[in-house]
Nanobody
Framework: QVQLVESGGGLVQAGGSLRLSCAAS????????AGWFRQVPGKGREFVAAIRWNGVNTYSADSVKGRFAISRDNAKNTVYLQMDRLKPEDTSVYYC????????????????????WGQGTQGTVSS
């Protein structure tokens, strides 16, 4: 059974940075696209960023482009989300996820295409 464990959330002032980590166990991590999503109460899960299994191709939502960066270390079975120049509207619970298909070339923005999720980590940005 694969498990994803996020860490690195916390409270930061606007303009500050957070670095989220997601450690995977129990699965061939380096064969799957990994993604980060976020969700606030009363709203659906929103795509933030994704990275293909090879670590080369990355994707980001327009709302975070130029501020957030996704990366992965397959040797450590870990994916990261570096969040800079944070804004109060970035306040959310952040989830990492693994795509359901190995070596997938499918679109990465839909939560329904991911079948493994972490428990989430809270990121709060104060104004």
């Amino acid at each position: 059974q694969v498990q994803l464990v996020e860490s690195g959330g916390g409270l930061v002032q606007a303009g500050g940075s957070l670095r989220l980590s997601c450690a995977a166990s129990g699965r061939t991590f380096d064969s799957y696209t990994a993604g980060w999503f976020r969700q606030v109460p009363g709203k659906g899960r929103e795509f933030v960023a994704a990275i293909r299994w090879n670590g080369v191709n990355t994707y980001s939502a327009d709302s975070v482009k130029g501020r957030f960066a996704i990366s992965r270390d397959n040797a450590k079975n870990t994916v990261y989300l570096q969040m800079d120049r944070l804004k109060p509207e970035d306040t959310s619970v952040y989830y990492c996820a693994l795509h359901s298909l190995m070596y997938s070339t499918l679109a990465v923005t839909a939560p329904s295409t991911y079948d493994t999720w972490g428990q989430g980590t809270q990121g709060t940005v104060s104004s």
